[in-house]
Structures are given as C-alpha cells and as structure tokens.
C-alpha cells in the first residue's frame, strides 16, 4: 500500500522560505507522479506542484511559479517542495499526493481527483 507522510509546516514571515518533505513509500512500479496541493480555509483544494519518477519532470501552477521549486530524493523516497517569497496567501494546509502510471496530461494539470493516495497534511501559516 502506497503511504505518504508529509512534514515540515510551521509558522513564516512574508517573505520568508520554507521546505516541505513528502516521505514516500509503498510503491511496486517505479512510474508515478508526486503532487503537492494545498487548501486554504473556505476554499478548494489546489494543485501545486507534481513531478514524474520516470523522468523527473516538474510542474507548476501559476499561483507559485517561480517561487516554489519540487524536486526528489530517490535515495530516501522522499519528495520536497521549496518555497520562497512566502505570502499570507500561501497559508492552507499542504497535502502530497501520488498518482500511479500518470500520462503527461494528467501530470500537466495537476487535479485533485486523478491521484488516488493522499497524505494527512502539513500546516503553513505565513504571518504578515
């Protein structure tokens, strides 16, 4: 069973930066991606971030390109996500997520309900 584990939430300033980590475990074939997304209170659930274990390509949503940066680990099954240039609208609890054999379409527009394994979340609260 794939398990997600994410860590690494905690209070910033504006402007500050952060790292997230999303421990990875459980999968059988190396071909899936890793998505970050994130939720704010009163509002959907938006997708960050993803990168594919088969090539390593990235993704970004406008909201955060150029200030957030995914990358991998494959040594340590574990999955980060850079964030620079916080901004109060960056608070919302982050989740990783996986999605199995992805094609580029899906890795492309990062939604919710293509990924089927989801971690408990990690809190970022950025302070003005």
């Known amino acids: 069973e794939v398990q997600l584990v994410e860590s690494g939430g905690v209070l910033v300033q504006a402007g500050g930066s952060l790292r997230l980590s999303c421990a990875a475990s459980g999968f059988v074939y190396d071909d899936y991606g890793i998505g970050w997304f994130r939720q704010a209170p009163g509002k959907e659930r938006e997708g960050i971030s993803c990168i594919s274990s088969t090539d390593g390509r990235t993704y970004y949503a406008d909201s955060v390109k150029g200030r957030f940066t995914i990358s991998s680990d494959n040594a340590k099954n574990t999955v980060y996500l850079q964030m620079n240039s916080l901004k109060p609208e960056d608070t919302a609890v982050y989740y990783c997520?996986?999605?199995?054999?992805?094609?580029?379409?899906?890795?492309?527009?990062?939604?919710?309900?293509?990924?089927?394994?989801w971690g408990q979340g990690t809190q970022v609260t950025v302070s003005s």
């Open positions: 997520a996986a999605v199995l054999f992805p094609r580029m379409a899906i890795m492309m527009r990062i939604r919710e309900y293509d990924y089927n394994y």
